[in-house]
């Protein structure tokens, strides 16, 4: 029985609970709005011990407070204003900012007002065990509550609101600990407000608040700390050093639009909003996807792009059909153009310069554009969202100044430095940000944040975050790998592993007896020959299969799936991590995982010999491989064997075996060739993408030796038919069981226009034609696409076909209509996730749903609700994406390891296919290695025919053996010297290819 | 919408200040409203109703009289002034007409209607202001107001909206709340713990439903008890502006009891 109270007014205090106000709608209504708030005594001040509020024993702020700053020797907790948290948020979360926070309620609402993720970074930042935080709720306490005053503005107000809280706040500590005689006086430790608006600090010091500004704050620590902390405020307050900085300078940007001209555009159709995509290719390059147009909108040229940062969702107008343009046909690298600008040196004449080279490759694309057929063209005219996270960058060494003779004395090392940070991607630009430490940042690889760009500055600024290692040792290049996909690969917390089953390692799974919980409604299957298929090495044992013929003729075959739903219960902390993270990131040489390695790895894993918990579909299926029936148990189980592809493949063609497990196997087999072929004949395509793997010298050092690709055996694909039959069948069962929140996954059919390239150039160059009308019959033409004198060829038209597509996705089958639940790729009408708990999170949605489906246990109230449902698969979706982008940015790095260890002075030579051609390039693809490269030309000297995707070298050029012109066109096959160049300056090794045949174009 | 409130926050704050299991203010005026036989103003936090009850009396109408029990005529007239969106509802209006239909039907167990034949008792509600529970703040100032008629009940009515954000069940919604969870109004009569009323228009699950319908009516019981009070100050007001002399009837106290 819970206390349930009324909660009283008193008639006097109307004045400041009850708010009555009309307000005017965007469409001219008004409206009468009525709030009311309770204020209460009972809100905690958050410190451990303090006698005059109620104590409820979770308060995190230490009685005395912090004690490490000097000018606070009696201890003193901080307050920070909203501006704080928007502009140093980095700053706040830094481990090495240990003084205790009280965060108000008024600055938690104003931060999400203004900033979404800066609210949520916020959020975790108030929960993290690490620093003592505390939310004041400042709104609801009697003492502190104010209302706004006429004539006073909304920030205004909550300015006041804030300084009366740092008021009451200091008060409150003094008489909670009165002065008792005979003991010694107790330290008052005190509130300090921290701001960065001026007028704010000043009317504060009015009050008798003490109040600093940050940078102040900061800077009288030691020495020591001050310099580490400093670099990581944001450079937003060098407003308030250099308030007329901005004065004299000519804008290198135009303005944006303001919100009201961009929402009435909006609105009216003449502006577009869209995510904004950078060009690899072309710094000067990007496009922006709108749905008003079939093609996305391009944006030519640094004014037009006008600040957009990769990701960023942008506003764009679109241009008079005459000033369209084309896709530029040529590389521009911002490496090689921008190599002389200084982070200093924005507006002087060395800026013309830069503008020139600019306009000249721009105009150069403009020349080739005439015959092509135009796209739509536009500009940037507002930023609906930043996008900015951290970027991982490195320092130039270039760009330092010589400090090698002056260096020994410290004042120069310590003195501020403008510095350009590189950026790993070639998406973003380069990053000024403001150091002390420029010397020893160079070689290092360091993590970087955007704080603003200001149309009078060519680069957008930002500040230091941390360092994260040497340029090139591979831990630094691992966290700046997952950093740069937002992987958050922590250790798990206390609370998390709380949530595991208090016996550890120990943990087995009880004996069978009918009153013990676990064995409650579960099928003992221990009996059953059961045996597990992985790749080699494989730990997180996810699924077990099994077979065996019926008396009727039917043979019955059972997916053994781990049950993590066991494990991991809804609402509890693992749950929630679990979420958070998605999906288990496999990199070459670490795996982050989704769930503690306890139950990845053991409890959960379906290893061999040892009884497990499992969820099981058991089908009913008739020798043809038709479904007779399914049914889904929750099951123990006792695999047999745990075989990887290869050893099941060699158990299986030996004829002498006969053994159960054997014939088990065999059975498996002949079912999924049927199920496989039914499939195929129902239109599912047969994709490829390059995989290679990655052979690693030992466990202990990662230094990989080779590169191979991956291989196909016929036990690959006995499981995955296996698999795909269960989701398949657990999809349509779940659907059934809630209709509206069923976690389903999707595959919608790609646009026909994506085809239009691949299309062209097939038919072009091959005479080939593909149908894409359906994906059956795109199946079937992508078979005829052989050339018979190269089998790889096929391979490489499927890898072209699949990035034409769209990727798959994970939706909740309330949220969109039935007729687009199909996968495309698999051509399923209905498809989900079930299959491996243990490393994705849609799995154990399902599992759950499932679960509640056969009536084992209720669902939980959370799975009901769709837009709870619809918010973690959008979590989930972009941590499948971000894992997949990270998966293969490791290969990627490994591979240009391998090929620095392999060849002699670190090159190779391979061959490769054309998949693109540039005006003074080419893309190829190494399907050995499966990497994408460029090998450039010097300009003019090639004939680029667009049309026709072919590149000729007129027999003038030197390079030319033999009188002829040599044309080479996409899909043709070049043999390419791919070699590992270290940058001198950036010390990062880059991998170069160059044409070795048909012509040699080095000496190009 | 849900994106710029927080239903509740970490703290475990609602958006106006309130805990999960705290009800708004509650003040009843009993004042005599013009020749009503019976009135009462009822604020629940910025919900505001007036209901006045008239009767029991004979019916206009004839084809509406009942030759063995009263029969009761409810009216609910919304002023225009009351919702955030300034709008006029015509009599006719049929959510107007739903509400007055169950009100209507919450209280003919209630009111002792046998005790008057042939004739009629009218309520008519005139919605003041609206902030959120709106049906549970009519059917406390019925309550209120038949009680103040002298109509005998056979017991209070009290109504509590109670509703569920996330797993986290919560009373006495404020409509900010009540546009973005699914609620349950549940009216009880506390002596004899029955239910006269459970009203839904949005879905809950079913296993939450149990909880919230339990937690409301407990509630309930919470609301009966300042009822009551409002109603025995309001009579002992009335006794002692009598004077002594009405003393010996004495009863009006025990009587009170029962209810």
């Not at chain 1, 079939?294 to 107008?317: F, S, T, W, Y």
Request: glycine fraction near 6%; aromatic fraction near 6%; hydrophobic fraction near 35%.
């Amino acid at each position: 029985m819970v206390d349930i109270t009324i909660r009283k007014r008193p008639r006097t205090e109307a004045v400041v609970t009850q708010r009555k106000f009309f307000k005017k709608t965007a469409r001219g209504k008004v409206i009468k709005v009525l709030r009311e708030r309770y204020l209460r005594d009972d809100v905690g001040c958050g410190i451990q011990s303090c006698s005059s509020c109620e104590s409820s024993g979770d308060q995190t702020l230490p009685f005395s407070g912090d004690l490490a700053h000097n000018s606070f020797p009696d201890g003193y907790f901080v307050l920070p204003d909203t501006n704080v948290f928007l502009s140093q948020m980095d700053l706040m979360e830094s481990s090495l900012f240990k003084a205790p926070i009280i965060v108000l309620q008024t600055v938690m609402e104003e931060v999400r007002h203004r900033s979404i993720p800066l609210y949520n970074r916020l959020k975790t930042l108030v929960r993290t065990d690490e620093k003592p935080v505390w939310v004041f709720y400042n709104e609801y306490r009697s003492e502190t509550a104010i209302i706004r005053e006429d004539n006073e503005s909304p920030n205004d107000r909550n300015d006041r609101g804030i300084r009366k809280a740092a008021e009451w706040y200091n008060t409150h500590i003094g008489l909670s600990r009165p002065i008792i005689r005979g003991q010694a006086k107790p330290k008052i430790p005190t509130v300090l407000l921290l701001t960065e608006d001026a007028a704010n600090r000043k009317k504060a010091e009015n009050n008798g608040i003490p109040v600093s500004s940050i940078r102040k704050y900061i800077s009288s620590f030691p020495e020591s700390v001050a310099a580490q902390l400093l670099d990581l405020l944001s450079s937003q307050d060098d407003n308030e050093i250099e308030p007329t900085r901005a004065g004299g300078k000519q804008a290198i940007y135009p303005e944006y639009f303001s919100e009201s001209i961009l929402q009435a555009g909006l609105s009216t159709g003449r502006l577009h909003k869209g995510h904004f995509n950078a060009n690899t290719y072309n710094y000067l390059q990007g496009s922006v996807s709108v749905p008003a147009f079939p093609k996305p909108v391009l944006l030519i040229g640094r004014e037009n792009l006008n600040r957009a940062v990769q990701g960023d969702i942008v506003v764009v107008e679109v241009f008079d059909e005459a000033k369209w343009g084309v896709e530029g046909d040529e590389v521009v690298d911002q490496e090689a153009t921008l190599k002389n600008d200084d982070a200093d040196s924005d507006e002087d004449e060395e800026n013309d310069d830069i503008t020139r080279q600019e306009a000249k490759a721009i105009r150069a694309s403009d020349s080739a554009a005439q015959q092509r057929e135009k796209q739509p063209t536009g500009r940037v005219v507002g930023i609906v969202k930043r996008n900015w996270r951290p970027i991982v960058c490195h320092i130039d060494a270039t760009a330092l100044p010589s400090t090698g003779a002056t260096s020994s004395t410290s004042a120069s090392t310590l003195s501020t430095q403008t510095l350009l940070a590189h950026p790993t991607s070639t998406l973003l630009p380069r990053i000024r940000i403001r150091t002390r430490q420029g010397s020893a940042l160079v070689n290092k690889k360091i993590l970087v944040a955007i704080d603003a760009w200001v149309p009078t500055s060519r680069y957008p600024d930002g500040h230091f975050v941390r360092v994260l290692g040497d340029v090139g040792g591979e831990d630094a290049e691992r966290e700046g790998l997952m950093l740069e996909f937002g992987i958050s690969y922590g250790a798990f917390g206390s609370a998390i592993l709380g949530c595991l089953p208090p016996e550890g390692d120990s943990w087995v799974v009880p004996p069978k007896s009918d009153d013990n919980p676990v064995w409650k409604r579960r099928e003992d299957l221990r009996d059953l020959t059961i045996c597990s298929i992985d790749p080699p090495n494989c730990q997180d044992i996810d699924d077990a299969l099994h077979a065996r013929p019926l008396p009727n003729g039917n043979i019955e075959a059972g997916v053994h799936i781990a049950d993590v739903s066991n494990f991991v219960h809804a609402d509890t902390p693992m749950d929630t991590e679990a979420s958070a993270r998605g999906t288990t990131v496999y990199l070459v040489d670490k795996r982050i995982d989704m769930l503690p390695a306890l139950l990845g790895t053991n409890l959960c894993s379906l290893r061999p010999n040892v009884e497990r918990l499992a969820f099981s579909a058991i089908w009913e299926l008739t020798p043809e491989a038709e479904i007779v029936n399914v049914r889904f148990t929750k099951s123990v189980i006792r695999s047999k064997a745990a075989f990887t592809y290869e050893e099941a493949q060699i158990r299986k063609d030996d004829p002498n075996r006969q053994d159960e497990l054997t014939t088990a196997i065999r059975l498996l087999n002949t079912l999924a060739q049927k199920l496989k072929a039914a499939r195929m004949a129902a239109g599912a395509l047969n994709l490829a993408s390059p995989e290679v793997k990655i052979h690693l010298d030992s466990a202990e050092s990662s230094d990989p030796i080779d590169v191979e690709q991956k291989e196909m055996r016929e036990t690959n694909s006995l499981v995955e038919e296996f698999m795909l039959l269960a989701n398949i069948s657990v999809a349509n069962k779940i659907w059934e069981a809630f209709p509206a929140t069923a976690v389903l996954r999707r595959h919608l059919p790609p646009p026909r226009t994506n085809f239009d390239k691949l299309k062209d150039i097939l038919q072009k160059r091959k005479g080939m034609t593909l149908d894409v009308s359906s994906s059956g019959a795109l199946a079937d033409s992508l078979d005829k696409c052989v050339d018979p004198t190269e089998p790889a060829f096929n391979t490489l038209v499927r890898i072209m076909a699949t990035r034409c597509m769209l990727s798959a996705e994970y939706f909740c089958s309330g949220s969109v209509g039935r007729d687009t639940f199909g996968h495309y790729g698999l051509a399923s009408s209905i498809y989900t996730h079930f299959t491996s708990p243990i490393r994705r999170y849609a799995d154990v949605l399902a599992h759950r749903q499932l679960s509640a489906a056969i009536d084992y246990t209720p669902l939980h109230a959370s799975l009901h609700s769709k837009p709870h449902v619809e918010r973690i698969l959008e979590v989930v979706n972009r941590r499948h994406r971000m894992a997949q982008m990270a998966g293969r940015a490791s290969v990627e790095y490994y591979v240009g390891l391998a090929l620095k260890n392999r060849g002699d002075r670190q090159q190779v030579t391979e061959e490769a296919f054309v998949i693109r051609t540039f005006r003074n390039g080419l893309g190829v693809f190494v399907s050995k290695l499966g990497i994408e490269g460029l090998v450039m030309f010097k300009r003019d000297i090639t004939q680029f025919d667009a049309d026709n995707y072919t590149v000729t070298i007129p027999a003038s050029s030197k390079a030319v053996p033999g009188n002829k012109d040599v044309t080479i066109s996409v899909f043709d096959k070049v043999v390419v010297k791919i070699e590992v160049e270290k940058d001198k300056n950036t010390q990062k090794g880059k991998v170069k290819m160059t044409l070795v045949h048909p012509i040699d174009s080095r000496a190009l | 919408m849900g994106s710029r409130v927080e239903i509740l926050n970490d703290g475990g704050f609602r958006s106006d200040g309130r805990r999960q299991y705290e009800l708004r203010d509650i003040t009843i005026d009993l004042s005599p409203q013009g020749v009503a036989d019976g009135s009462a103003i009822l604020t629940h936090g910025l919900t505001q109703v007036l209901v006045s009850v008239f009767g029991p009396r004979e019916a206009k109408m004839r084809s509406q009289t009942m030759h063995d029990r009263a029969n009761i005529n409810v009216e609910v007239a919304m002023a225009a002034f009351s919702t955030g969106e300034r709008r006029k509802r015509s009599r006719g209006d049929k959510r107007i007409l739903e509400m007055a239909a169950t009100i209507k039907s919450t209280f003919e167990p209630v009111v002792q209607t046998s005790l008057y034949p042939r004739s009629q008792i009218d309520i008519f509600v005139q919605v003041l202001q609206q902030d959120g529970g709106l049906l549970q703040a009519c059917i406390n100032a019925t309550t209120l107001a038949l009680a103040n008629a002298g109509i005998p009940l056979l017991d209070f009515v009290c109504a509590v909206t109670g509703g569920v954000h996330s797993t986290s069940p919560m009373l006495d919604l404020t409509l900010l709340e009540e546009n973005d969870i699914p609620h349950v109004t549940v009216a009880v009569m506390p002596k004899t713990d029955k239910v006269t009323l459970v009203t839904m228009e949005t879905r809950l699950h079913v296993e939450r439903f149990e909880e919230i319908f339990r937690l409301a009516g407990q509630a309930g019981k919470v609301i009966h008890g300042e009822i009551k009070r409002a109603i025995r100050e309001r009579t002992e007001r009335l006794v002692t502006s009598m004077g002594s002399s009405t003393r010996v009837h004495g009863g009006e106290d025990d009587a009170m009891n029962e209810y």
